[in-house]
């Protein structure tokens, strides 16, 4: 994988926003950033898809483990949420898309760091955007992302076509609007009778055990960008039914988003070559990083080395309970640090994101940098 230094193109500004992409530059900060790229080759882009299916297959059979040996306690999840995995689970609920985050120095294989699988974002400027800017920059290559095709296929596999499907994200959050309305444009496209709403108008009519718009129309189906360990703390969270409703992502998704799952993956598959040692225990020597439960946007993150403190960030994070992960070091490429979004749709590697920070911890000042594969489009 190589990073090449380019000119942005004229007025890039106004392409992306005429294509619905408006948060491009927040606070004044590119988060956007065309002025590189990164090229890989067939090659390595085929070692990136052929982790990301491995991860899929040891997590799904983890998750099953986890639900099976009544394993909630050890990630930190609620009678509440519990019941509702399990009802998800039993009602074979499907997934519409995840996305993981690896490191790759390129000498070993690539390290899973982390499962997004719950609420991923940088989901519309991977499908969408950086195609466009292939199309622009370089139209005779290829690019790892067949991610916009494969989540039209996928509604028609986990909704029903004779219910309107209902998408929901949270009110002034530019980021997860966008992407929550380019979803529901897949599944328009996928040939689906779609509506839009805010979590926060969603409501329950106790009358009618539903939950129900602002209209007071019955929401049988819902796409909601919203975590699973908020929406089950809401105050209608005791009334989710998933037999007369269901959200997607499903609820045992909720699983796998915990980075407490990290440990029990390394349990359940020691030695796997795309894992990173992980523990619930903290290591008495070495280098080693620490997370919490549940956090985003590499918020308290800690690394250490022998016990010693070395990188810390702030921020919030809903359970600081914390895991224990062996150290990766990220490629550094013109001082920045790449880490491989790795997109799946389904249960099928989709296309690859690139987020790259100047510090060796991704956070939410990182930028979205394209890429391209080598080879040319056949």
Same mark, same amino acid.
């Given at each position: 994988?190589?990073?090449n230094i380019?000119?942005? =193109?004229? !007025?890039w500004q106004n392409k992306l926003e005429k294509s619905g992409f408006l948060f491009h530059t927040p606070d004044g900060e590119p988060y956007w950033n065309e002025s590189a790229c990164y090229e890989l080759t067939q090659q390595e882009a085929q070692t990136i898809e052929d982790a990301t299916n491995s991860l899929i297959e040891i997590c799904h059979s983890a998750a099953e483990t986890v639900i099976d040996r009544d394993w909630f306690e050890r990630l930190g999840i609620n009678s509440l949420e519990a019941d509702l995995i399990q009802q998800?689970?039993?009602l074979d609920h499907l997934s519409v898309y995840g996305r993981f985050d690896l490191s790759w120095d390129f000498k070993s294989p690539p390290k899973m760091l982390e499962f997004n699988a719950d609420t991923p974002t940088s989901l519309f400027e991977a499908a969408v955007i950086q195609w466009q800017w292939l199309d622009d920059v370089y139209p005779r290559y290829d690019q790892f992302n067949s991610i916009h095709e494969r989540l039209i296929k996928r509604w028609s596999q986990i909704a029903d076509k004779h219910q309107t499907?209902?998408?929901?994200s949270l009110? !002034?959050?530019a980021d997860d609007i966008t992407q929550t309305e380019y979803l529901r444009d897949t599944a328009h496209q996928a040939g689906f009778k779609t509506e839009f709403t805010f979590i926060e108008d969603v409501g329950y009519d106790s009358s009618r055990m539903a939950f129900v718009d602002l209209e007071s129309n019955a929401i049988a189906q819902c796409f909601k960008?919203?975590?699973?360990?908020?929406?089950?703390?809401?105050?209608?969270g005791k009334y989710i039914n998933l037999r007369s409703v269901k959200f997607i992502e499903p609820a045992w998704k909720r699983i796998l988003s915990s980075k407490a799952f990290l440990p029990i993956l390394w349990e359940l598959n020691?030695?796997?070559?795309n894992l990173l040692p992980s523990f619930f225990e903290r290591p008495t020597s070495g280098k080693y990083v620490e997370k919490p439960f549940l956090? =985003?946007?590499? !918020?308290?993150?800690?690394i250490w080395e022998n016990g010693h403190q070395q990188v810390a960030t702030t921020g919030f994070s809903e359970d600081p309970r914390s895991i224990f992960q062996a150290y990766h070091e990220l490629p550094s490429f013109d001082g920045k640090y790449p880490v491989l979004g790795s997109w799946i749709v389904g249960e099928e590697s989709a296309g690859l994101g690139i987020r790259e920070d100047s510090t060796v911890i991704t956070q939410s000042t990182s930028q979205f940098t394209p890429h391209f594969l080598s080879s040319r489009r056949k």
């Open positions: 994988m190589k990073r380019l000119a942005p =193109r004229p !007025n998800s689970w039993d499907l209902y998408f929901a009110m !002034n959050h960008l919203y975590p699973w360990e908020w929406l089950s703390k809401e105050q209608f020691p030695g796997h070559p956090s =985003r946007e590499g !918020n308290q993150i800690k």
